[in-house]
């Protein structure tokens, strides 16, 4: 291969420098690159705030590139074509990307590899945003971990290469094809006036990601195993947003985190914990892609839960049904386009036993809501509270959202940070809700607040009777 040959180097939730395969590949070949992000068949279908958030990180690592002398060529289409018209248009012989781990992109890869290959182009894909890719980590009978416990034992005292640093400067190519305007784009366009209030929320790039998990180091990681469920404390990293854009590296996270339990910071050990959590919703992604779409307990299947998108479903997206803490919760989504990790459990629980709806509702509103959407962690959670998937919640743990409030918001802070009409003096986040919210909705601030869409002590009853039938069925 000419050494003056370019290589197209496909971007997809990889938006960083550091700590690169792909790139750092790249630049020890030598040789001219191409870096490419194509708005595909699978980025097409992301939610509203996803797709908002994407563009704010393309933006970004945009201007990262610029800095290095490089640039980002942007096309629409679907990817193996996109690609392909590509190596025509810079005669370039290689296209890398780095390997994604959820059903559809791995669809989509196997599609585009496939075709590269067949047209005589050298395909090659790297390791991915993972610290273990899911066929590396095996039970002792070699199939794949069905339960964390047991994976995190696993993988815990594996060895994590370190990672590589950030290049100084790119190769630049001698033949720059034409670019899209990320404008005409219109990436947040189904946000309507919701991107100007979570756009004060999201922590954009690689040196805001980086700044953050500094911020955490220097003090909540402390304490992080004792507080990281108060709902209104700064306890937890909120790094899920970087990792979902690959703004930042899990190994850059965990020899971070590692660094701190060897200094002897009490919280760092379950800090790794939960970014193993990460990794086991992909492994199981990868080895049961059910669980993306339908319940991976298929016995679960009959279980009556309601998929009618009614009254009841709407008035808990608007975070208006009459419980506080759930609405909170669901206001602080609308309005951050983040949920803490504990009201997710809360609202997840809420829905699913107390509503008796399905958990499918809630993956499709927080995938249309959450700036650190992750297709994997997403249909895990859902699937973990509502007791249908694998690791998953005992049947009669049913969440309460009065006691929960007591003991992870005891003086409603975050209860009166998010929800106007149970505040003497609403603050400016609190009061926004009703400015930012869609107008289809007609809530106005000077509406009551209402009563409960269901007493909660009928609701976890009904909801056990539910479970045990299900249980006597199965028995």
Avoid at 192 to 219: K, M, P, S, W, Y
């Amino acid at each position: 291969m000419a050494l003056n040959s370019p290589i197209l180097l496909w971007f997809r939730k990889d938006f960083r420098l550091a700590d690169h395969p792909m790139l750092d590949a790249a630049v020890r070949s030598g040789r001219p690159i191409i870096p490419v992000f194509i708005l595909d068949e699978v980025v097409e279908t992301y939610g509203a705030a996803p797709k908002w958030r994407l563009g704010e990180a393309l933006q970004e690592f945009r201007r990262q590139l610029e800095r290095l002398g490089s640039r980002l060529i942007l096309r629409r289409g679907k990817a193996k074509e996109c690609l392909l018209t590509l190596t025509q248009e810079t005669g370039a012989q290689d296209i890398w990307w780095g390997r994604t781990y959820d059903p559809n992109s791995i669809t989509r890869d196997t599609e585009v590899k496939t075709a590269l290959k067949a047209a005589g182009y050298n395909a090659r894909s790297f390791r991915g945003h993972l610290l273990f890719e899911p066929w590396v980590v095996e039970t002792k009978q070699g199939g794949f971990f069905k339960v964390y416990s047991p994976f995190w034992r696993a993988v815990k005292d594996r060895n994590i290469p370190f990672p590589r640093p950030t290049p100084e400067k790119l190769a630049a190519s001698t033949n720059w094809p034409q670019s899209e305007d990320i404008a005409n784009w219109a990436l947040g366009s189904a946000m309507n006036r919701g991107a100007q209030v979570i756009a004060q929320h999201a922590v954009v790039g690689e040196a805001a990601a980086l700044q953050r998990l500094n911020t955490f180091l220097d003090g909540p990681i402390k304490a992080y195993k004792e507080r990281r469920d108060f709902l209104a404390e700064p306890a937890t990293s909120r790094l899920s947003e970087n990792l979902a854009w690959g703004e930042i590296s899990p190994r850059t996270i965990w020899h971070a985190g590692m660094r701190a339990r060897h200094k002897g910071a009490p919280g760092a050990e379950c800090f790794l914990k939960e970014l193993v959590w990460r990794e086991f919703a992909y492994h199981l992604a990868y080895h049961s892609p059910q669980i993306t779409t339908r319940n991976w307990r298929e016995e679960w299947d009959s279980f009556p839960w309601s998929e009618e998108d009614d009254e009841d479903v709407l008035r808990w997206k608007q975070g208006r049904t009459g419980i506080p803490l759930v609405d909170a919760a669901m206001r602080e989504l609308y309005l951050t386009g983040y949920m803490h990790n504990r009201s997710r459990m809360i609202v997840g629980s809420f829905l699913t036993k107390h509503m008796m709806k399905h958990w499918r509702i809630g993956q499709k509103w927080f995938e249309d809501c959450l700036i650190d959407w992750d297709p994997a962690s997403n249909a895990m959670g859902w699937q973990w509270m509502a007791g249908s998937g694998p690791d998953a919640a005992p049947y009669f743990r049913i969440f309460n959202p009065e006691t929960q409030a007591k003991k992870f918001d005891p003086d409603r802070a975050y209860i009166t940070r998010f929800v106007s009409e149970l505040s003497p003096d609403p603050g400016s986040e609190a009061s926004s809700f009703y400015e930012f919210c869609p107008r289809s909705w007609h809530l106005t601030p000077n509406l009551p607040y209402p009563d409960p869409i269901v007493d909660l002590s009928e609701g976890r009853l009904r909801a056990l009777a539910a479970y045990q039938a299900r249980r006597d069925q199965k028995d």
